[in-house]
């Protein structure tokens, strides 16, 4: 998580600290219409208490006629504690486009009938620590912005249908968060240092390219490329991995510098013609700062990562893809030519000209998006993906309440569930070389290889527990041992 979304809490605090509790305490009495007059309300008795204190943001949307009383409000519960997009309280009430909800991060009331929503952050969750049993009526949400190496569950088709309501990197899922590294197309047009520079920089001896990197075991095994690489063209390596150069400066190294956008560290990296842009893990729209700075700063990138990249391109031509080339001498080579042509080096960086971004789909995409990144007058991810929860929440309610009162004419609202392009990333492969020329014992292939399989075993696993309606989460091992008998059978 960056310092965007904290920004943005900072806002809503203020927005809490300015808001009044009793607005909208108390005005309406349409609990009895979420439950059927016959059942006995749960909630009634103790939630109140178990909720405490509840604060009331001022802001509503424009389109929430909600009247009802706080207590009479659907919850939604945020199960992963770290991440909770209000302060100071554990409650909040949330006025969303379409209605209102209670979101808390309180445990305690999890079994509630009111509970109709449970919402995990993805790295942290942990199928072997799963609330169990499932809850029929609430719907679980995930939230993962981060890479998939973070949790190769979500990649495999029985973890990410766990799911009802997705917020991935990925533009399949239902609440987007595409393009979340890149704070506006403004960032894109930064200019460039001129070419002549670029050349004195050379004739210092730098190399054209950058590589900065200091997470070497990753799933997308980079290193083994890069390594091939720096055989044909020089690779100034200024990381830990692949190592081979210092940084001018003892600032630039502290990694609280390299992680922000300093501006003494932009123009270092500016000073270089290539920059090698590879993401930890391999997925459609998994797009990080990795790419968006080296086009921030005029480098070129020499980029892999996700296989549909070229969708969110200012132009046709501002980035090189290391798979278009067959080897990595083949991709030296062309870093060669441009290195020596200038002309042509230069038409990669026409989409910081004026009219330079040509990708409508690009420019939509920005305009359309309702969140924002650092952008104090949009809200921040997280409270947007809660209030989609709460809105869907609502509408079932609402559907399921109509289905009752027509005694069966209306139709019950069919269920919602996750589909594997909402995630779905491919198995790790090697950087470079095929897997079978790997030799037994590599630790990425130990490591990553094994960690996507379990990891579908323990989805697996969890899903048979939640059909057997499970309630004991220390089962969970032995469904797993259940599984890889059953694998093992096959075989
Ligand atoms: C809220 O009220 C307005 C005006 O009465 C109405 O047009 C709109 O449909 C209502 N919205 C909802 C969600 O009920
Ligand atoms: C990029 O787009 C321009 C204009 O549409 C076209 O002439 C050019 O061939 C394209 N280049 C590539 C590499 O696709
Ligand atoms: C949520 O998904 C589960 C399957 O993973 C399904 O059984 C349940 O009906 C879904 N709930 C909603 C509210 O769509
Ligand atoms: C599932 O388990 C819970 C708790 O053990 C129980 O209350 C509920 O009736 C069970 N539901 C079904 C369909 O078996």
Known sequence: MGGAWQLCLLALALALAAAEDSEWAGAGDEAEAVWPESEPEPWAAGVGAALGAVVTPAYRGPGNNDTRANRALPIVLWWSGGLFPHFPADTARVDCARGSCLATRRRQVWRQRRTRALLFYGTDFRAYEAPLPRLPHQAWALFHEESPMNNYALSHAPGIRLFNYTATFRRESHYPLTLQWLPSLAYLRREP???PDKERWRQRGYGPVLYLQSHCDVPADRDRYVRQLMNYIQVDSYGKCL?????????????????????????????????????????????TEKLWRPLHVGAIP?????????????????????????????????????????????????YKKPGGIKN????????????????????????GFECFICDKVNERMKAEREHRKSHGKVKAPEPHIAHFTHMGCPMPAPGFGN?????????????????????????????????????????????????????????
């Open 360 to 383: 409508q789909f690009l420019v939509q995409s920005l305009k359309s998006r309702e969140w924002g990144v650092n952008d104090m007058t949009l809200p921040n991810y997280l409270n």
């Open 243 to 287: 190592h081979n150069r210092e940084l001018p400066s003892e600032r630039l190294t502290d990694t609280s510098t390299a992680t922000t956008e300093d501006s003494e560290f932009m123009t270092f990296i500016s000073r270089y013609k290539f920059h090698l842009a590879m993401e930890n893990a391999i997925c459609n729209d998994y797009i």
């Open 193 to 195: 240092l001129p070419l």
């Open 435 to 491: 897997i079978e020329d790997i030799p037994e014992g590599d630790s990425w292939k130990e490591m990553w290889l094994q960690d996507y399989w379990q990891s579908l075993d323990q989805s697996e696993a969890l899903t048979a527990m939640i059909h057997h309606n499970e309630s004991h989460q220390g089962k969970f091992w032995d469904y797993m041992h259940e599984i890889f008998l059953k694998r093992t059978r096959q075989h």
């Open 302 to 350: 020499v980029y892999r990562g996700s296989p549909s990249v070229r969708d969110w391109m200012p132009d046709n031509l501002s980035i090189i893809l290391v798979d278009d080339f067959g080897s990595p001498q083949e991709l030296a080579e062309y870093l060669h030519f441009l290195d020596r042509n200038g002309e042509e080096y230069l038409k990669y960086l026409e």
